[in-house]
């Protein structure tokens, strides 16, 4: 029996059992944005970017990026090599001072003489002690500690991790690294001059592979590689001070005591400078710290520097065509921690989940917009907000009995599509019974639902509506704040019929310049424009249309709006405007009210604003069709647009059972 061998590592991809993206969550934020004018795509990028409730944005992550580029820069100071070359001169010179004070002889007194007369600048006094002959076999082990110290420092600048590496190391090891260089500035010569072979990158790696813990597999990944490094360490030189960076220029021609690693040194900058140009060679950081960074350490932290900063240029996503894809999740883990990956992760999967979950779609001029889906989704969630304010509204009664309309009849009817009345469980379970005998079954064995064998109960009917929502759509909403609160109310209306009372008729009407019947996602879209005019005449005349058309129902007109009409419909079509309201405006206005009057259409105003004007206007209005003006406030503007609707089609309470509670207009300011 064969068995299967496992492997166990630790998970990549965050917490296994944290929760999936909430798309519903963004959604809501999204349509938040695009009501207010906002593209979809831009709306998304926005979610993205201040993150959700339960979501870390990209401005957070962005955030801890420049936190820790600016902990890096107050932490450090770039003198670190001069330091310690410093401190084992002073100690080397200190020692031989010691067994010089020991000998007697004349030869020891010139040697104190020029000891005493060293230059105070350490690259000079290296210098100038290169041929001195130690008499403290410890001094002497200090000061070619310099010489090994250098060494290993400029190395690391170039290849990370060799001044540990080379630690103790022997002349063979130095040897070895030399021929290293030599042969590695072959190759890249042999590169620019586009002469290099495949065999000959092979070669290189095959000898010197060790060197290159990164495993580049090509000569342009070791290039790559090599010259992200050296400009770093360059931007390293650059952000010295002109002294710091004489005195190491100084100090480098004596590591290992070999001239010549410095030229190849400097070869191989000039090869990758040459190589890859587009990098950041003239760069520079200002280091206000304390803690000393040496060469190679130095380097390596102007790489973290400029890999920060690559990361905040991926998480501002502001670039053309930039997508979550583009974050390097593995660099984000390395530099801030693997939650911050983690919180990445999960964004790109919700901008991935909001793409290919249908909730965006492209429009027929290319650009991003909400899919109907989408504008369900986010109108059930207005709905919420809407339940769950009116049933925290003083007098609310919670009615937790589900249904459809209207009271049960007793009988009950096959169940057809569309339908929302409830199951009538003990015929539907009886219909499967003898279905399942009729066709040879045995009912003892178990009974398997058909959707042939659903019965609904039957209830008394309900009486229709037809529901005109006129909407001020004039600049002053937009203007004042308004425009949001208007749009969330329609697309709550509309989804509360939708999905509660689809035998009612509603009319989406924006009235601006002129008025226009408009589809919940054309109302949800629309852009606050600049146009003088509000034109409630004409919405009235599409009101009396839309009422006409349903004779049976009963019409609701709510009106929605925040000024006295300045604008109406001539006879020959054209918009006629004037400010202060014209009397022949207002006049047009009025007739077009009275014929709705004469339909029976129990009318509402919504008056936002406190416009004394406006007010005296809404008040005559209502009072010639004994309609209501409500002034909500703008945060309960869709409460009272909800509760006007319930309550004039009769209070059946289907909606409020389904949504927290029946209530009545008791909580807003009412002039009747």
């Known amino acids: 029996m064969s068995r299967r ?6 998970y990549a991809g965050g917490d296994p059992l944290a929760p999936p993206v909430d798309i519903a969550e963004a959604l809501e934020a999204i349509g938040e944005d695009v009501m207010a004018g906002y593209s979809p795509e831009h709306a998304m990028r926005e979610v993205l970017r201040r993150g959700t409730e339960s979501r870390t944005g ?22 670190g090599t001069l330091r310690e070359v410093r401190e084992l001169l002073d100690r080397a010179v200190l020692e031989e001072r010691k067994q010089l004070a020991r000998d007697l002889d004349d030869d020891a007194r010139f040697a104190e003489m020029r000891i005493e007369n060293l230059p105070s600048s350490p690259a000079a006094a290296v210098s100038e002690l290169s041929d001195y002959s130690w008499r403290s076999a410890q001094a002497r082990e200090d000061f070619e500690r310099i010489k090994d110290l250098l060494g290993r420092e400029l190395l690391d600048q170039r290849f990370a991790g060799m001044k540990e590496a080379l630690e103790n190391a022997t002349e063979a090891d130095r040897e070895a690294v030399a021929e290293m260089v030599r042969d590695l500035n072959e190759l890249l010569a042999a590169h620019r001059r586009g002469e290099d072979t495949e065999e000959q990158f092979r070669d290189f790696m095959d000898k010197h592979g060790d060197f290159f813990p990164e495993n580049p597999q090509s000569v342009d990944e070791l290039i790559d590689t090599l010259a992200a490094r050296s400009a770093a360490a360059q931007r390293m030189l650059n952000s010295m001070t002109p002294e710091q960076r004489d005195e190491l220029m100084a100090l480098s021609a004596q590591a290992f005591g070999s001239p010549e690693l410095q030229d190849a040194l400097g070869q191989l900058d000039a090869n990758l400078q040459a190589l890859r140009p587009g990098e950041d060679w003239t760069g520079s950081e200002r280091f206000d710290g304390e803690q000393g960074l040496g060469l190679g350490d130095g380097t390596g932290v102007l790489q973290e520097l400029a890999d920060l900063d690559s990361l905040g240029e991926q998480l501002s996503q502001s670039y053309p065509g930039a997508r979550m894809s583009d974050i390097d999740l593995d660099k984000l883990g390395e530099l801030l921690g693997e939650d911050a990956a983690v919180d990445a992760r999960a964004l790109a999967e919700l901008e991935r989940a909001l793409r290919e979950s249908g909730s965006l779609k492209r429009g027929t001029d290319g650009g991003l917009r909400l899919s109907p889906k989408a504008i369900r989704q986010l109108g ?14 003083q007098g609310a009664r919670d009615l937790r009995r589900a249904g459809a309309a209207g009271e049960l009849s007793g009988g009950s009817r096959e169940w057809a599509f569309g339908d929302t009345e409830p199951w009538d469980v003990t015929k539907t379970v009886t219909n499967a019974v003898l279905r399942t005998t009729a066709e040879g079954g045995d009912p003892r064995t178990g009974v398997r639902l058909d959707i042939r064998d659903v019965e609904v109960s039957e209830t008394e009917a309900r009486t229709q509506a037809a529901v005109a929502l006129l909407v001020d759509t004039s600049f002053s909403m937009a203007m004042d704040g308004r425009w949001v609160p208007m749009k969330r109310t329609a697309l709550a209306l ?17 009235f601006g310049p002129y008025a226009e019947v408009m589809d919940i996602d054309q109302l949800t879209a629309l852009d606050a424009k600049w146009d003088k005019g509000t034109n409630l005449h004409h919405a009235l005349l599409l009101a009396h249309r839309h009422f006409r058309k349903h004779p049976s129902a009963q019409p609701v007109l709510l009106v929605v709006t925040d000024g006295e009409p300045t604008s109406h419909l001539e006879p020959d079509g054209e918009v006629f405007f004037t400010y202060p309201p014209s009397p022949r405006t207002v006049a047009h206005t009025v007739r077009a009210l009275d014929d709705v009057g004469r339909l029976g259409a129990q009318t509402t105003f919504f008056r936002l604003g406190e416009d004394p004007g406006l007010a005296r206007f809404i008040e005559q209005m209502a009072r010639r069709v004994d309609g209501r003006v ?11 647009v909800v509760d006007s609707y319930l309550g004039a089609r009769g209070g059946t309470g289907s909606a409020y059972e389904s949504y927290g509670g029946w209530f009545g207009s008791r909580g807003f300011w009412v002039d009747e």
Not at 5 to 10: A, I, L, N, P, V
Request: aromatic share 2%; no cysteine.
């Open 380 to 393: 059930r969630s207005l709905l919420r907000d809407v339940a769950n304010r009116m049933s925290g509204r």
């Open 58 to 79: 990209l401005d957070d992550l962005a955030r801890r990026v420049a936190q820790r580029r600016r902990s890096l820069l107050e932490q450090h100071d770039l003198d």
């Open 5 to 10: 061998d496992s492997r166990y590592g630790r």
């Open 494 to 510: 509309h989804t509360l019929i939708q999905s509660r009372f689809r035998g009612d008729h509603l009319q989406l009407v924006g």
């Open 630 to 640: 409500v002034a909500p406030e703008l945060e309960d503007l869709g409460v009272a």
